[in-house]
């Protein structure tokens, strides 16, 4: 990733998708759950199939997923004991999902279609089962502290069509069953499409704005969490693998990089209001990290770049 002019058209085209759901919100009331329907069974499905079907099988991309998850996890469960410290409630398993959890899919999955070529959106595409494997195993346990059973956590995670697809787009990989014409005639347009679809359907999550309530508190140590500690980790990681380690490429860094510095998950809302723990507090911790990551993303990719 570079900072030229075609970055910043791109990003903030992407902006510009966010704040379309907010006006489409406000002005027509659309239903955000059909768009994201439409998105999780249909459009996300194709990406991830066409993403993980172009994408070299090398053992590095293949154990991707395996880091992502151990990374998030290390992550959720540092601030879950740190939320305990401070909350003797459910506010700390809140901390522990905003601390750890990032938009990879409405929000890093557009940019990575936007800025990275075919091959970089399909190594992003598997480090995004990761995020999605800890989502439905990690995250469903510890939010609701003992809530959801294994079996539902599985069951859950057994109903996601990304699953299948990625799974569909291994096996035709590993068979190298790659000439799906109508596939590629369309996917560029496939593609734009999510990118749209997917940050309009964050600004249509996260208003109405009236109903926003800070916690600074929270939004601070969550932003400790999202925006500094996880990046930290990635960047030790990625300087052990070029130094000592060198078990994964370096075409695998840009994606992890990626992962690491989006913004708070829409999804944590989700949870909270499952919880009944605050959702208006959680809603403007994550808007706040969405407006922030406009400054912040480009400010990592310059310093990285330097």
Request: glycine share 4%.
């Amino acid at each position: 990733m570079t900072l030229d002019f075609n970055f910043f058209t791109n990003f903030l085209l992407i902006y510009l998708f966010l704040f379309t759901g907010v006006f489409l919100k406000y002005f027509v009331k659309i239903n955000e759950k059909l768009i994201g329907k439409f998105l999780i069974y249909l459009l996300a499905p194709i990406v991830i199939f066409h993403g993980t079907l172009n994408t070299a099988l090398i053992s590095n991309v293949i154990f991707l997923p395996i880091l992502i998850f151990l990374i998030s996890s290390f992550v959720c469960y540092l601030f879950y004991f740190i939320g305990k410290k401070i909350w003797n409630d459910s506010n700390a398993n809140i901390l522990a999902i905003l601390s750890s959890e990032g938009n990879t899919g409405y929000f890093g999955l557009p940019i990575a279609i936007l800025l990275f070529n075919n091959e970089l959106v399909g190594i992003y595409i598997f480090a995004l089962m990761g995020v999605t494997l800890f989502e439905n195993s990690v995250v469903y346990y510890l939010t609701a502290r003992g809530r959801y059973s294994k079996l539902h956590s599985l069951y859950k995670l057994l109903k996601l069509p990304a699953i299948y697809a990625f799974i569909a787009g291994l096996i035709f990989n590993f068979y190298s069953i790659k000439n799906i014409k109508l596939l590629d005639s369309y996917i560029d347009y496939i593609q734009d499409l999510y990118s749209f679809l997917g940050m309009m359907i964050v600004g249509l999550s996260i208003y109405p704005l009236s109903n926003l309530s800070l916690d600074k508190k929270m939004v601070l140590l969550s932003f400790l969490g999202k925006f500094i500690i996880w990046p930290i980790f990635t960047l030790f990681f990625i300087y052990f693998n070029e130094n000592f380690f060198h078990f994964f490429s370096h075409e695998v860094y840009a994606p992890l990089i990626l992962v690491s510095i989006v913004p708070i998950a829409v999804n944590t809302v989700v949870f909270a209001t499952v919880l009944n723990v605050y959702p208006r507090k959680v809603a403007s911790t994550v808007l706040l990290s969405t407006i922030f990551s406009i400054i912040y993303i480009p400010l990592c990719i310059y310093i990285l770049n330097n």
